[in-house]
């Protein structure tokens, strides 16, 4: 984790890293203002948070209360010598709690990662260089061997230089990548997070056999994501770059919107317009791009190459944001490898939906075949080990696709997780279900998994696949567990040159009577995109019309601009907010695609709370002390807010009752919640406070760091996309 540090008055210093800020300061003997703890008291308090972390952890999967739970931690200094400590940790356990379970917390605290990384001792690299934020790969230390050559199957190169290759794309970029973390907890599967540190919400996930496939699997994703800018899918992209020459791609076309609202000509072909269109319902403002929101340019779209015949087809960058969400992109060695990775995933996600909804029953891999793979055995061994059955299954569905199925039961909870793999080698296959499945997972993450059931529409629920897309928790039917399989067992093989393998999986596909269109992306290393319509999605294309995400446009810039919105102007917001049956608990952040920080009252606000404070600033009392009572009941808002809003109840009961005075009350309601509090709630009623927490800002995202560092972040890509262009 990257953490800049500026220096304040006197002896204060500011450490900023993700959406937090801590100050730091030295005590007054110290010639410090003994405003803040100090940078060593902080590294004292992060043992004894981090053991209590652990505490906590534990307990709440095994539903014990932590109520008389106390936790303590002393430092005791060696006179002779102050740097030589120990810590001592105490822990106060009510008599209710069970040996067993004293053991465990113990155990438990045993593993705080501050414990573990001081006990192993950190080596400190203290270095002079000439710009921070060109130092790009300060972080990515794990870096294998250079001299040594590792080939895996599926990659034309040896990992090493592949690595190397995407490490330098992005060093040229100016992008400083981190690892946040490792995963290994059985043999022969590794898995890490990387991000951006600048921008830590451009993150990916790796996994391997090694730490140098997992390593290079999170690099390529990093380089698939940014080729088909999907970081900043839903995302605001602010008004510079939505009035540049080009937003998404050079190569990219804008059709101007007819004026009848009808699908301009051009979009599509007919194939798709059968698919995405077949009502006649579907008009040129759904197709509006919700990154640049720029109406008056028209539709955004994306140049894709048919299969079939090679013709260039234009996709609206709209519609392949709301349908297919990652589903397709990768990035490889060359554009056939790359490719084969983008098919792999396709039939992975849409076999193993077929598989779910229709509940069909799979064979399992005979335990002969899983010998002939002794480290992929060695790791489901692990599993098994640590009390969780693993059944391997095949879910090629008679030799027809190339995917595998690895399914993990927790005793411990009833629950069960099915990882799917695909790639046309059944060795490969078969390790991608398995590293799939403990993808930045611990054992305790294994507790979370849903249990299965008899219910066939909780199955075949759209949400549910939406689920196992996005982190494989989605439910799947007990059905999947019988020991009657509707396929035999079929030890297939795809395998090949890269080129073969591609036009297997594109026969397949044509064998399904599916089209495929194809993008392939240069401008940062080699990187594809392939879409099938009717077969890749990830959302019903229904959400083109019903919920897409470009109805930000009808809310973004009132809501940003709220502050200097007039009274009619406020009253057609929220007119509009209450007449688009959105539901009240959907978060201002997914409304109008602007990343504000969690921690303040935009990061936190609903589409409940917005019309409580539009209703509150129109003097709308009564409809507010409705929706009120409606925020109390059901919100799970910080408690300081929460506590504004049961004072703010009160008054306004006291404010709707012609017997009351608030004059009476006043001084036992501050007495309770607290003059700050009831300054607040007094004058949002009479109208001397207006949307009391929300921060001014505008179109131009004044003060909304977060959301600013993710434009930062996609300038980057499209300058190198513009200088290349030029070229």
Avoid at 100 to 123: A, F, Y
Avoid at 223 to 237: A, G, H, S, V, W
Wanted: charged residues 25%; proline residues 4%.
């Amino acid at each position: 984790m990257e953490i800049k540090v500026n220096f304040l008055d006197n002896l204060k210093l500011e450490a900023k890293f993700d959406d937090f800020t801590v100050i730091a300061d030295q005590p007054i003997r110290y010639k410090g203002d003994g405003s803040a703890p100090g940078p060593f008291d902080y590294f004292l308090a992060s043992s004894a948070l981090c053991a209590a972390y652990f505490v906590k952890v534990y307990c709440a999967s095994r539903d014990i209360p932590t109520d008389d739970i106390r936790l303590s931690q002393n430092n005791i200094v060696d006179p002779e010598d102050r740097y030589n400590q120990i810590f001592q940790i105490q822990v106060e356990l009510p008599e209710s709690i069970s040996e067993k379970h004293r053991e465990g917390i113990l155990r438990s605290i045993d593993r705080c990662t501050v414990k573990k990384v001081v006990q192993t001792g950190p080596t400190f690299k203290v270095e002079t260089v000439a710009s921070l934020e060109q130092d790009a790969q300060a972080m990515l230390i794990a870096k294998p061997n250079e001299s040594s050559n590792t080939f895996i199957l599926g990659k034309d190169l040896p990992l090493e230089q592949t690595i190397a290759n995407m490490t330098n794309i992005l060093a040229d970029l100016g992008m400083k990548i981190e690892i946040s973390s490792w995963r290994n907890i059985v043999p022969n599967v590794w898995s890490l997070h990387i991000r951006d540190a600048a921008s830590p919400m451009c993150f990916t996930n790796g996994k391997g056999s090694t730490k140098e496939s997992a390593l290079c699997s999170a690099l390529g994703e990093f380089i698939e994501r940014l080729n088909c800018n999907f970081f900043y899918n839903d995302q605001f992209f602010g008004q510079d770059i939505a009035n540049s020459e080009f937003v998404h791609y050079p190569n990219e076309k804008w059709f101007p919107l007819e004026d009848d609202d009808a699908l301009p000509v051009g979009i599509l072909d007919e194939y798709c317009l059968d698919i995405y269109n077949p009502d006649e319902e579907l008009q040129g403002s759904h197709l509006i791009d919700t990154n640049s929101g720029n109406i008056e340019r028209g539709i955004c779209s994306i140049p894709y190459v048919r299969h079939s015949d090679g013709k260039t087809v234009y996709f609206p960058s709209n519609l392949i944001e709301n349908l297919f969400l990652s589903n397709g992109m990768s990035a490889g060695n060359n554009f056939e490898e790359a490719k084969v990775q983008c098919l792999s995933e396709i039939f992975e996600r849409a076999v193993k939906r077929q598989i779910i909804e229709q509940e069909i029953v799979l064979p399992d891999v005979p335990q002969a075949v899983l010998e002939k793979y002794p480290n992929i055995l060695a790791g489901i061994q692990g599993l098994e080990k640590q009390g969780f059955p693993v059944v391997v299954k095949d879910a090629s569905l008679g030799g027809q696709f190339p995917v595998m199925c690895v399914t993990l039961m927790n005793p411990k909870t009833g629950g069960v997780f099915a990882s799917f793999g695909a790639h046309p080698s059944f060795e490969v296959a078969l390790e991608r279900s398995l590293t799939e499945l403990l993808q930045g997972r611990s054992f305790e993450g294994l507790n979370d998994v849903p249990k299965p059931t008899f219910n066939s529409m909780a199955v075949s629920e759209p949400e549910n696949f939406v689920e196992h897309f996005v982190d494989s928790t989605g439910i799947i039917s007990w059905k999947f567990f019988s020991a009657k399989h509707d396929y035999d067992f079929v030890e297939w093989d795809f395998s090949g040159t890269n080129e073969e393998e591609c036009s297997a999986l594109f026969g397949i596909l044509e064998d399904l009577g599916k089209e495929a269109y194809i993008a392939e992306f240069s401008d940062l290393g080699i990187a594809c995109r392939i879409l099938v319509p009717d077969y890749s999605e990830v959302y019903p294309v229904e959400d083109l019309i019903w919920d897409n995400t470009n109805k930000a446009l009808h809310y973004r810039e009132d809501i940003l601009n709220i502050h200097s919105l007039n009274e009619e102007q406020l009253a057609c917001l929220v007119e509009r907010l209450e007449e688009s049956q959105l539901d009240n608990y959907s978060d201002i952040i997914s409304l109008i695609g602007i990343e504000f920080d969690e921690n303040t009252v935009w990061g936190q606000l609903t589409i409940l709370e917005l019309k409580i404070l539009i209703y509150l600033a129109l003097g709308a009392l009564e409809e507010a002390a409705e929706l009120v009572e409606t925020f109390l009941q059901y919100n799970d808002n910080t408690p300081a807010r929460v506590l504004f809003y049961q004072a703010m109840s009160t008054v306004l009961e006291i404010a709707l009752n012609e017997d009351l005075e608030i004059e009476d009350y006043l001084d036992n309601l501050t007495r309770m919640f607290g003059t700050e509090v009831m300054d607040n709630v007094v004058g949002s009623i009479n109208g001397d406070v207006t949307f009391y927490g929300l921060t001014k800002t505008s179109m131009n995202l004044e003060g909304l760091d977060k959301h600013l560092r993710l434009i930062e972040s996609y300038k980057k890509l499209h300058q190198a996309r513009k200088l290349k262009a030029e070229k």
